[in-house]
C-alpha cells in the first residue's frame, strides 16, 4: 500500500512555543490530506481537511488560528500548533488519499505524532 | 452528519477463540464505505477490513470477516482463531462515497487477547 510518513513522531515543547508537524506522502501524490486529534483512549477527531493548494477546511470548534495547515505541494501537508499550551499536548495523526483512492474509498495513515507542552 | 457508534468499550477473548465487536452507524447516503481499523500500542493504524455498501457480501481478510447488515445499518467484525497480536484498539469507521474521503470513526473497542 501507499506511504505515509510523518515528522517528528515525538515532541517537547515549552508553553508558548510553535511546533511543526510534518505529514509526507512517499510514493503518490497526495491530492487530500487530513489531520486527527487522538487523545488518550479516545477516538480519532477530524481537525481539518486540506486540499494540495487551497486553504483547510476546519472542522466545527477547531481553532484555526491555533493550528495552521499548509498542504503546497502534493506531497506535504504541514501542522503548526501555534502558542502551544498544555492542553494542546495529544497525539496528532494525518492521513493521506490521491486521485485514484478518491474512487475506492482508500486512506493511508501516517504513523502519528505525540505533542507535549510543558 | 454521519455518527458511528460503538458499543463496547472493553472486550476480552481467550487465545484461539472468536469474539465480535459491534458497530451500527447512522447515515441517510446510499453509496458508502466501512472499515475496520486496529491501533496496537504503538498508534499505527492498520486497515484490518474495508466493505463497500454496494456489495451484499460480506468481505474477508483470513481470520477477519465482517457480517454488513445494511438496513439495519450494522457492521460487526468477527475474529476468528484470536492470536496474542490482535490485542489492540480497534475502531469501526464510515466514509460517504465521493465525499473527498472524509472518514469518520466510532469511539473504539480495546479488544484484549488473554493467553
Known amino acids: 500500500g501507499a506511504v505515509v510518513s510523518q515528522h517528528p513522531s515525538w515532541v517537547i515543547c515549552k508553553s508558548g512555543t510553535s511546533v511543526k508537524i510534518e505529514c509526507r506522502s512517499l510514493?503518490?501524490?497526495?491530492?487530500?490530506m487530513f489531520w486527527y486529534r487522538q487523545f488518550p483512549k479516545q477516538s480519532l477527531m477530524l481537525m481539518a481537511t486540506s486540499n494540495e493548494g487551497s486553504k483547510a477546511t476546519y472542522e466545527q470548534g477547531v481553532e484555526k488560528d491555533k493550528f495552521l495547515i499548509n498542504h503546497a505541494s502534493l506531497t506535504l501537508s504541514t501542522l503548526t500548533v501555534t502558542s502551544a499550551h498544555p492542553e494542546d499536548s495529544s497525539f496528532y495523526i494525518c492521513?493521506?488519499?490521491?486521485?485514484?483512492?478518491?474512487?475506492?474509498?482508500?486512506?493511508?495513515f501516517g504513523e502519528g505524532s505525540r505533542l507535549t507542552v510543558l | 452528519a454521519q455518527t458511528v457508534t460503538q458499543s463496547q468499550p472493553e472486550m476480552s477473548v481467550q487465545e484461539a477463540e472468536t469474539v465480535t465487536l459491534s458497530c451500527t452507524y447512522d447515515t441517510s447516503e446510499n453509496n458508502y464505505y466501512l472499515f475496520w481499523y486496529k491501533q496496537p500500542p504503538s498508534r499505527q493504524m492498520i486497515l484490518v477490513i474495508r466493505q463497500e455498501a454496494y456489495k451484499q457480501q460480506n468481505a474477508t481478510e483470513n481470520r477477519f470477516s465482517v457480517n454488513f447488515q445494511k438496513a439495519a445499518k450494522s457492521f460487526s467484525l468477527k475474529i476468528s482463531d484470536s492470536q496474542l497480536g490482535d490485542t489492540a484498539m480497534y475502531f469501526c469507521a464510515f466514509m460517504k462515497h465521493g465525499d473527498n474521503n472524509d472518514m469518520r470513526f466510532g469511539a473504539g473497542t480495546r479488544l484484549t487477547v488473554k493467553p
Open positions: 492521513s493521506a488519499t490521491g486521485l485514484a483512492a478518491t474512487y475506492t474509498g482508500e486512506l493511508f
Open positions: 510514493d503518490f501524490q497526495a491530492t487530500t
